[in-house]
């Protein structure tokens, strides 16, 4: 495989901002659009049924879910819900972005998480993970697990690289669901307001490197999380992602086609692009993310962040701490699928 593009994480790269006014749709009343968004939504989906309006417990809870529902939509439709200076709407993401993964996320590849307790309860953190998996399934998967295991229900701010946010559509949701650009002033912010950050700094040679290399750690860039992190004086996370190698084995590279796409790779799969859009289905694997011992950046001094054997060192550690994790989780595995 060529090289490949690294999401670069440095203090040089411009950021970008969604502006901040939400409007309106025209032309359209709650109940035009009651229907649509009440199927995405699980909880809604449930009351909708016949019957629903009924009375007794049951229905007054079926009664309370649906008005809900019509409030959700209301406030969607006349604009009257938040978005913050990156773009996130939590309301959208918890009602029902999240509705959207969690069937992929509990049926599908069927996660299971250790180590949530090492996620602090409140506070900025750095969470930094293995990248891998053709497509980048793991980041989204990650992010609900952090947020349906985790006791304070913490959302997790994903820094994606900028073909992310070039995607039509693709760039919207990102922003809604609250990733934000790869770049270190970005993550600072977030880190000093208190959120978890998630960054996987492989970035396209982790999510793209061929079957054969799977769960051998990728170079970790010029250790640019390390120095956001003792700037903001957040601990460091480590955490390790087992399944996700192999929901697409990437068993060659159309580097070609690939250039005439401008994008950094594209797979062959024993399925893709041989079965066509049925050869884009992952395959369901079973996945286990463990987050590690956090690491400590507070008692350092404000300069550490510009002493570069210190960020090597303390990249070099995260590092090894995934790929030894890694190795342990799949000694553990009984079957890639079970």
């Known amino acids: ?26 032309g359209a009343g709650p109940e035009q659009a009651a229907e649509p968004v009440v199927a995405a939504v699980p909880e809604l989906s449930d009351a909708a049924g016949p019957g629903s309006a009924g009375s007794g417990p049951a229905g007054a ?18 604009g009257e819900y938040e978005v913050d200076d990156f773009g996130y709407d939590k309301e959208l993401t918890d009602q ?20 949530i307790e090492n996620i602090p309860k409140e506070g900025g953190a750095l969470i930094v993970a293995n990248h891998s998996g053709t497509l980048p399934l793991d980041g989204l998967m990650l992010q609900v697990a952090v947020h349906d295991h985790h006791p304070a229900e913490r959302h997790l701010r994903l820094l994606a690289a900028d073909l992310v946010f070039m995607l039509p559509v693709v760039n919207e949701l990102a922003r809604k669901a609250g990733h934000t650009l790869a770049c270190a002033e970005d993550a600072q912010r977030l ?19 061929p079957f054969g290399d799977r769960y051998k750690l990728q170079r970790f860039g010029r250790g640019g999380f390390v120095s956001t992190a003792l700037r903001a004086g957040t601990p460091i996370v480590p955490c390790s992602i087992v399944g996700a190698e192999e929901i697409y084995p990437m068993v060659g590279n159309a580097k070609t086609l690939a250039r005439l796409l401008g994008i950094p790779y594209f797979p062959i799969t ?7 859009p049925l050869g884009a289905v992952p395959l369901p694997t079973k996945w286990t993310i463990q987050f590690g011992e956090p690491i ?6 404000a300069e550490a962040a510009e002493d570069p054997m210190l960020m090597f060192n303390l990249t070099d550690q995260v590092r090894e701490q ?8 799949l000694v553990q595995r ?5």
Do not use: N
């Open 334 to 338: 009984r079957s890639v699928f079970f």
């Open 96 to 115: 029902v972005l999240m509705s959207l993964m969690r069937p992929l996320y509990d049926k599908y590849f069927r996660v299971e998480v250790k180590g």
């Open 322 to 329: 995934i790929q030894h994790t890694l190795y342990k989780l």
């Open 270 to 276: 024993p399925t893709f692009p041989w079965l066509g």
């Open 1 to 26: 495989m060529a090289d490949a593009k690294v999401i670069p994480f440095d203090e040089d790269r411009p950021r970008r901002r969604p502006p901040r006014r939400v409007r309106a749709l025209p």
């Open 296 to 301: 400590e950046t507070a008692g350092y001094a």
């Open 191 to 209: 880190l000093e307001a208190g959120e978890l950050v998630g960054v996987m700094p492989e970035g396209f040679k982790g999510i793209g490197k």
């Open 61 to 78: 809870g079926w009664d309370r879910r649906i008005a809900g529902g019509l409030a959700f939509l209301r406030r969607r439709i006349t």
